[in-house]
């Protein structure tokens, strides 16, 4: 069992910048990523943000690239998502997941909304 809780998200103009944290704990044997998605209202969830289990790797929706950035740090069993140059668009809740072997564990998600 792995527990993840998001933080972070607020009420921002467009323009401005957010940074999301999720803490993680339990058993992470055989985590292969952490990643962030996102659900805006009356859409489906999509993917933002990946970074591999050792922190090599990361990879981004096509949406957010050059404006968000993805990390971790393992210390503290922490995830982060930086934000910049928010857009309306960006709105929704945002949930973190981690990937393992044989299992997928998500968050229960903060909401971020970009006023325009």
């Known amino acids: 069992q792995v527990l993840l809780e998001e933080s972070g998200g607020d009420l921002v103009q467009a323009g401005g910048s957010l940074k999301l944290s999720c803490t993680f704990s339990g058993n992470i044997v055989g985590l292969q990523a952490l990643g962030w998605y996102r659900q805006a209202p009356g859409k489906q969830r999509e993917y933002v943000a990946v970074?591999?289990?050792?922190?090599?790797?990361?990879n981004y929706a096509d949406s957010v690239l050059g404006r968000f950035t993805v990390s971790r740090d393992k210390n503290e069993n922490a995830l982060y998502l930086q934000m910049d140059s928010l857009k309306p668009e960006d709105t929704g809740v945002y949930y973190c997941?981690?990937?393992?072997?044989?299992?997928?564990?998500w968050g229960q998600g903060t909401q971020v909304t970009v006023s325009s």
């Open positions: 970074i591999s289990a050792s922190g090599e790797f990361m």
């Open positions: 997941n981690a990937d393992l072997d044989h299992d997928q564990y």
